[in-house]
């Protein structure tokens, strides 16, 4: 926690949509610090971030978690996002971590390739997966990506 708030900055919640967003916030203003003037010109940057409560030995609970994309479409242009809140359900801590990495690899893809096909991005989301592993209850995609964004 002590490092999660020297870089994000204090919260009251770890695994929440704030955090994530300062997560998105100061990865994206880095990544555009480091490797705008040398790239900026030929490369649309993305970043993905995640903030996660899973089960574990002492956490027996069903584990629950924001994950969040924020790319731009072209070099140089304004920035869209995809934030996604998910329940995760499967029993085994080794098995929710590997159906939350297929989850985030499905996230950054659908980002990329599917943007203009909302509908297909969504249903995408659960490629590999079943809906007995996880749950997908929020998703709020905004930007010039998207032109009428919305939550769903």
């Known amino acids: 926690m002590a490092v ?7 919260t009251d919640h770890y ?20 490797l705008g003037a040398r790239r900026g010109g030929r490369t649309a940057f993305f970043v993905f971030a995640d903030t996660v409560a899973a089960r574990s030995y002492s956490r027996r609970e069903n584990g629950h978690g924001w994950l969040g994309v924020r790319f731009q479409t ?29 989850l985030g690899v499905n996230l950054i ?5 599917q943007h203009e096909t909302p509908p ?12 007995d592993r996880l749950e997908v209850d929020m998703i709020k995609v905004y930007g010039p990506a998207f032109p009428g964004s919305t939550t769903v």
């Open 120 to 131: 297909e991005l969504i249903v995408s989301l659960l490629d590999g997966l079943t809906r």
């Open 4 to 10: 999660s708030d020297a870089l994000y900055g204090p």
């Open 74 to 102: 072209a070099p140089h242009g304004e920035s869209s996002e995809i934030v996604i809140h998910v329940h995760l359900l499967d029993q085994d801590p080794a098995r929710e971590q590997e159906a939350l990495g297929v």
């Open 109 to 113: 893809f659908g980002a990329f390739y």
């Open 15 to 34: 695994v929440g949509r704030t955090r994530l967003e300062a997560m998105l916030d100061r990865e994206s203003a880095r990544l555009v610090e480091q």
